[in-house]
């Protein structure tokens, strides 16, 4: 049986105050929480910060990008293993907004997930349409690609030390979800196409659906069999909402 996990993506998000009373309501909100691993992927410089205030807590912590690169000359980048000096359990890898406006393709995040998992990080490795692509009926293609450039570059046995996150595109930030179904049926096609390869790593793999996820609708989202939890961008800022979104992933 796989766990749930639900963690928030908080973008460019926070500040020293907010952040340290955010987590405050959070950690005392999840409480006693069974069956589900909550988490948030915050901006680097409160990556210590945020260490300090979870490292005896319940809530894990990771970054939301990292660089390709093991160190060099290259401005402005953070390498695998400067998370791992604030204990980071995960690392985002492809969000759809670094590959729209950042220029990242397939093969950049491939290597990113690479880096990271060499580090013994935990690549959340997220994927999916924009509009005009589900509109022009290639969701699965676009899916299958963006997919096929990790396991090309690593193998399918890659995909055991990962999580995916089905992100289309224009669910992100609009408040336009995809319902329970939608969702359900990428899951579906993304495991099976993982099974084709390998049934165990397939089964064991945790995907979570990120895109206008709320209290008010995680619950149906995570009742699927295929949706292991959420990738949570706006509604991990607001505590009630989160541990709400957090309870709702408990078995
Ligand atoms: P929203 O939950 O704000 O739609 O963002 C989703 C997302 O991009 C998480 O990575």
């Known amino acids: 049986m796989r766990s749930k996990l639900v963690a928030g993506n908080w973008k460019m998000h926070g500040g020293m105050a907010q952040n340290r009373l955010l987590l405050d309501l959070i950690v ?7 069956g589900a691993d909550c988490a948030v992927c915050v901006p680097y410089p409160y990556l210590s910060q945020v260490q300090s205030l979870l490292q005896d807590t319940h809530i894990l912590w990771g970054a939301q990008n990292m660089s390709q690169h093991e160190k060099g000359a290259y401005t402005g980048e953070v390498s695998a293993t400067m998370l791992t000096d604030f204990a980071c359990r995960y690392v985002i890898v492809g969000h759809s907004e670094r ?11 491939a290597l990113k997930f690479k880096a990271a998992q060499s580090a013994g990080l935990l690549p959340i490795l997220c994927i999916g349409e924009t509009l005009e692509q589900r509109e022009a009926n290639v969701t699965e293609q676009v899916i299958a690609d963006q997919l096929d450039a990790v396991i090309g570059l690593l193998g399918v046995s890659a995909l055991a030390k990962s999580v995916l996150a089905y992100e289309p595109v224009w669910a992100i930030g609009t408040g336009k979800t995809a319902t329970p179904q939608q969702a359900q049926d990428v899951h579906a096609f993304i495991r099976n196409r993982v099974a084709d390869k390998d049934i165990e790593i397939a089964a064991g793999l945790q995907i979570l659906y990120g895109g206008s996820v709320k209290a008010n609708n995680a619950s149906e989202l995570f009742s699927m069999p295929d949706i292991d939890g959420g990738l949570i961008g706006g509604a991990s800022l607001i505590a009630d909402e989160f541990i709400a979104i957090c309870r709702a992933a408990q078995s």
């Open 28 to 34: 005392g909100g999840t409480r006693g929480l069974y």
């Open 99 to 109: 590959r729209a406006l950042y220029g990242e393709d397939s093969l950049t995040v």
